[in-house]
């Protein structure tokens, strides 16, 4: 009788779920990418012919309070807030959040924009840390300045919420710039259909874009390679994954960065949560959630060209803080709203979203790791022929690159944002070298955000800003 040997079947089997979990991991990414490509080419032709000039003077836009929390932004905060108040809209106000800020932001902002404080009667419709004082300035009536006692970004959104003054607000990063007409293709939702609750914009990479009076005025690539790797992932990310999802009516993330919400509809769900990391994925899950409990229709989209610049980290100890507590937010987002997976009251979002996130985003880091380490450990201890292993790297090369690729191709014809065609072969480069490295280095940062997690580990970490590209004398 023949000695039963577990490696003979166990082997098998774990090559074949290795292989079989890349296949679906990839193949739902193709999926988004087909999905993407057709609605992004649908809605480039839709609004190629709107002139935004006449939007702006119509008497339909609707006003917009503009929350940017602010936490030792110093160095971006003057930028920031000029961007702001440059932008090409009828009627709106900038809210500056200072959330404890333990450098000079405040002062920066009290000394160039001549700010002043005023007596306000306060009402705490969600809960936030005490605001201390309000100002405004003297020179731009549209801004008003909270300085609050420190209470995460969350805390800071809820209190600009709070103080805003218009049925509409966008919420952004103190370090982001918004392009000029960003409000107006944002908003154009809201009125062409009455029951849009929220809408994200895209985010881009500023480093290395040249920036002037606190717009955009000439786009590049950054000159450190890892904020290029994170341009390539941005335009992934955005240009696929999120319109893909907004194709199939299952949107769960809008941005912190940038997104234009309801106001009344986020006060009815309770504000922010300040429990988490990942507050902006909550507040749009936890809106699903009680407004298909309640039987309301409505619409959560996301936009391919309403666009908000930000500063990326280019220090793989800020990104990896970065990476770590988004990963966090994730965990704890999915968590918390378990219940709706696989629940056929939530629709779309129940039935297809959360199963993905759950097994894509969530678990595809341990898995993913794990495929290295058994592929790896099997092959030198000659448990794995090198067909296999051959075919494990090519499939997890050759997907991850055409999807990287296919992004910067479909923003190149969509929007032309790169003026040298030597700009889009770097993107094109850097799609394909990131898979030697890079993405090993992202899948390790969020596998270490497990165990923090579990450490109960609720931080952001420090985040270093440079600030933004100044023109050259």
């Known amino acids: 009788m023949l000695a039963w040997d577990p490696g003979t079947l166990l082997l098998p089997v774990a090559e074949g779920f290795i292989l079989a979990y890349f ?29 935004w000039r006449s939007i702006i003077q119509s008497p339909l836009t609707l006003p917009i309070s503009i929350i940017a929390p602010a936490y ?29 800020s333990r450098d000079a932001t405040l002062l920066t902002l009290i000394e160039h924009f001549e700010l002043t404080p005023i007596p306000v009667t306060i009402e705490y419709a969600i809960p936030c840390r005490p605001i201390r004082h309000v100002y ?14 420190n209470g995460g970004k969350a805390d800071a959104l809820n209190a600009g919420i709070i103080m805003a003054s218009h049925s509409l607000f966008c919420a952004i990063d103190a370090d982001s710039l918004l392009e000029g007409n960003a409000l107006l293709r944002i908003t154009r939702l809201f009125l062409e259909q009455p029951d849009t609750v929220a809408v994200g914009g895209v985010i881009r990479i500023a480093n290395g ?7 955009v005025t000439e786009v590049g690539l950054p000159g450190n390679p890892l904020a290029i790797f994170q341009s390539v992932e941005y335009l992934r990310a955005f240009l696929f994954g999120r319109v893909g999802w907004s194709a199939l009516g299952a949107l769960l993330i ?28 909550e507040l749009v899950v936890r809106m699903h959630r009680r407004l298909r409990d309640r039987k309301i229709r409505y619409r959560i989209v996301f936009l391919p060209d309403p666009v908000c610049w930000t500063e990326a980290p280019e220090t793989l100890r800020t990104l990896g803080r970065q990476r770590n507590r988004w990963q966090r937010g994730l965990i704890d987002t999915l968590k918390i709203h378990r219940r709706m997976c696989l629940n056929p009251r939530y629709g779309r979002i129940g039935l297809l979203a959360m199963p993905y996130f759950v097994l894509i985003e969530l678990l595809g880091p ?10 790896i450990v099997g092959f030198c201890l000659n448990l794995i022929n090198l067909p296999f292993l051959l075919l494990f790297l090519t499939l997890a090369i050759l997907i991850g690159t055409v999807l990287s690729v296919a992004s910067v191709v479909l923003d190149e014809i969509a929007y032309r944002w790169f003026p040298r065609l030597s700009q889009v072969l770097t993107l094109i480069v850097f799609g394909l070298a990131e898979h030697f490295g890079y993405r090993q280095l992202t899948v390790w940062w969020r596998v270490r955000a497990f165990l923090d997690y579990w450490r109960g580990n609720k931080s952001w970490g420090a985040m270093e800003r440079k600030g933004f590209t100044r023109p050259r004398a």
């Open 23 to 51: 296949l679906l991991l990839q193949g739902s990414y193709l999926i988004l990418l087909l999905i993407s490509y057709v609605s992004v080419l649908r809605y480039r032709h839709a609004v190629a012919c709107e002139h």
């Open 72 to 100: 030792n932004e110093e160095r971006t905060i003057i930028e920031s807030v000029r961007s702001l108040l440059s932008l090409e809209y009828p009627e709106f106000e900038v809210i500056v959040v200072n959330d404890g």
């Open 136 to 149: 405004r300035s003297s020179k731009y009536p549209r801004l008003v300045v909270l300085d609050k006692e």
């Open 209 to 215: 874009c040249r920036v002037e009076r606190g717009q």
């Open 254 to 281: 809008i941005s912190g960065a940038f997104g234009v919400f309801r106001r009344q509809v986020v006060l009815d769900v309770g504000g922010y949560r300040h429990d988490t990391v990942g507050e902006d994925f």
């Open 366 to 375: 341990l898995i993913e790791l794990s495929g290295y380490l058994f592929v």
